[in-house]
């Protein structure tokens, strides 16, 4: 029937390294909100002064409401991204197929965060997103695409949900073992980037909500 062909969805589906890295993002959020205390004591002046330097004089409407816009857009974009939709297509996509699909979705992944975290800075550059959009996502793609031509030429690649071919004499070739670790090292790299823009948008939502708690009180 089709209900035993086609995998049901739903269920947890965040495997160990993601769950860790959103333990990571909560703990990151626990200590941003802990920092509150200290913005409290901040002076007005304080507080005036960071205005002026991230929105080049008192911020206005219409600045504050791109600073907070574009920061959410970012935010919910990586989030997206990094924990729901690559792990939906990887699990429902034969591998080469979403290696294919994402060798287009990162490079505007990373254009789309880059301008949405530049105008939230203004001319300050946000380092970790320029690296990867110019250095680790070009290169983790190029190995990727030599990687499934080494597949290809296996017979392997068509799996789903997998990340080594099924067949051991085919995952333990010399020349797709040595390319599967250029490109994991490749990967890891771009990922722990992207898990660094994460939590330093955590922390900025904690003195945005200690900011706002602080017109209550």
């Known amino acids: ?3 035993e062909e086609t995998p049901t969805v739903g269920g947890f589906f965040l495997p160990r390294k ?3 890295r959103a333990s990571i993002m909560i703990v990151v959020a626990a200590l941003s909100l802990g920092s509150r205390t200290v913005m409290n004591n901040s002076s007005e002046e304080e507080e005036e002064s960071f205005f002026h330097t991230h929105f080049f004089g008192k911020p206005t409407n219409l600045r504050v409401f791109l600073h907070l816009f574009s920061f959410a857009s970012f935010f919910g974009c990586s ?3 990094s924990f729901v939709a690559g792990l939906v297509m990887f699990k429902n996509m034969p591998r080469h197929d979403f290696g294919r699909l994402q060798a287009k979705l990162f490079p505007r992944y990373f254009q789309f ?4 975290v530049g105008i939230c800075l203004a001319q300050e550059v946000p380092s970790q997103i320029m690296m990867n959009l110019k250095y680790f996502e070009p290169r983790t793609t190029a190995v990727m695409f030599e990687r499934h031509i080494v597949e290809r030429k296996l017979g ?5 949900g997998q990340l080594k071919p099924s067949d051991p004499q085919k995952a333990n070739d010399h ?3 040595k390319l599967t670790k250029k490109f994991g090292k490749l990967h890891g ?3 722990s980037l992207n898990l660094i823009g994460l939590c330093l948008g955590m922390w900025h939502w904690g003195w945005l909500a200690g900011l706002v708690m602080k017109n209550f009180e």
Request: hydrophobic letters at 40%.
């Open 1 to 3: 029937t089709n209900n």
């Open 18 to 20: 993601q769950i860790f």
């Open 79 to 81: 989030m997206w991204v």
């Open 113 to 116: 965060c880059l301008i949405t």
């Open 156 to 160: 392997t690649g068509h799996e789903v």
């Open 175 to 177: 020349e797709l073992r």
């Open 189 to 191: 790299m771009s990922t």
